[in-house]
């Protein structure tokens, strides 16, 4: 599902890659420079716009990180990020140095209970920090962006104070990030509507969305948020990132690939390449996708409830909204278990050359049972166990495949 010509005259929602930043931040998901760079080169084939490929001043790894990524990827912007403070935004323009397009990204947290607890700064004194911050990276980069961490939880009218100083001082994407994942979709999409009109020149910068999973509405949020006007996501493969993660990438991708009637937007990512990057982030994190997982998980194109293979045999459309290939599943899966039915063990059957009648079906679907109450899913060795060892009456006269 690459853009297809009839998508001209769609707007584009940007997709910035966190994966190798905010994505490697979580426990368990940490990359050498090494592993950042296959995987740079398999987000840049997917089409991401932005891949955010790490925080520079964090380590000398981030930094090295950021710096090869920088060398391979000259389609994709490459973002590196930086605390609002002076060093920080020096050292991510410098391991950004020789990109073909550079991004600093400098964040500041902008709510009253990061000020008060964490920062230890009043409004005034962080107002000024965003201003010099961006300043600075402006002589580093053409392309800067600025995030307002914790913004759903900061006061509306400060918030949009501060992203007003930010797009003084050059900044030309401005990104609201759900930090904690405390959103609900209404509100988040009412907060960017009301951003958009009281920030001064709001058509000239992008407005950006980061949302974190913590409720379980990290994409429901995200797609909120385009639907109100925001033109860049930022998002992870499988989701990964601090805590419960970020919005997944793939699920954001496949909502607005799906379901273009009600949200009429394309982006420029080439789905069929989605299943090989999840891969290839579980190989070299060693984390699993869970089964369940939308768009890659391994059942999400798999059947097991006999009524839903009898649907699926007679036509895809019964049960499945995307194809497998969209998103680079080679093929559907009819997984045969406890709840199959005879029309799927019938199929699997015939592919391994068993034509059975229907009263030897019955028999050896009576036996299927008996083996699939035991074990969870029955495979190809099993099918053809239950066949030889089954009474000649029940498979055919005593015929073998
Ligand atoms: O969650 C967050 O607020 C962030 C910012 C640095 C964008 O990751
Ligand atoms: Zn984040």
């Known amino acids: 599902m690459s853009p297809s010509p009839e998508s001209n005259a769609l707007e584009t929602v940007q997709i910035f890659d966190t994966t190798l930043r905010d994505g490697e931040q979580a426990p368990g998901f940490s990359m050498t420079p090494g592993e950042k760079l296959r995987l740079a080169r398999e987000l840049e ?29 000259r389609r994709a912007t490459v973002a590196a990020l930086a605390r609002a403070l002076e060093g920080d935004v020096r050292r991510a323009g410098d391991a950004l ?21 964490k920062l230890k700064k009043s409004r005034a004194q962080v107002l000024a920090d965003v201003y010099s911050a961006v300043r600075l990276a402006r002589e580093y980069a053409d392309d800067v962006e600025f995030s307002a961490e ?33 959103c609900v979709p209404s509100e988040y999409a009412a907060l960017i509507t009301g951003l958009k009109s009281r920030i001064r020149d709001a058509d000239k910068v992008v407005l ?39 919005a997944a990438l793939e699920e954001i991708v496949m909502a607005l690939a799906v379901r273009r009637d ?20 579980a190989g070299i994190t060693g984390v699993q996708v869970q089964p369940n997982k939308a768009v890659v998980g391994a059942n999400a194109f798999a059947h097991e409830a006999g009524i839903h293979q009898d649907g699926m045999l007679k036509s895809p459309l019964t049960y ?82």
Request: proline share 3%; charged share 20%.
């Open 97 to 117: 140095r020789g990109a073909a397009r550079p991004r600093i990204h400098t964040f500041i947290a902008t709510s009253d209970i990061h000020l008060q607890y």
């Open 45 to 73: 084939e997917l089409g991401a716009d932005v891949i955010e490929a790490g925080f520079p001043i964090a380590s000398e790894g981030d930094f090295e990180g950021v710096t090869a990524v920088v060398q391979a990827c």
């Open 208 to 246: 950006s969305v980061h949302c974190h999973n913590d409720l379980g509405l990290a994409v429901a949020n995200t797609l909120a948020a385009v639907a109100a006007g925001a033109r860049q996501v930022e998002c992870a493969i499988n989701g990964i990132g601090e805590r419960a993660g970020n």
């Open 320 to 401: 499945e909204i995307m194809t497998p290939q969209s998103v680079g599943i080679e093929r559907t899966q009819l997984v045969l278990g406890k709840h199959s039915g005879r029309h799927a063990l019938a199929q699997r059957l015939a592919a391994l050359g068993v034509q059975l009648d229907r009263r030897e079906l019955d028999g050896v679907y009576k036996r299927f049972l008996t083996v699939a109450d035991r074990k969870k899913v029955i495979n190809d060795a099993d099918l053809r166990e239950l066949i030889e060892t089954a009474e000649p009456a029940a498979v055919g006269g005593g015929e073998r495949a």
């Open 262 to 281: 009600t949200l009429p937007y394309q982006t420029n990512i080439r789905t069929e390449r989605l299943y090989p990057v999840s891969q290839m982030l």
């Open 150 to 182: 914790d913004a759903t939880r900061t006061d509306l009218d400060y918030l949009a104070e501060v992203l007003n100083a930010a797009i003084e001082a050059g900044a030309t994407t401005l990104n609201v990030p759900d930090t904690v994942g405390f």
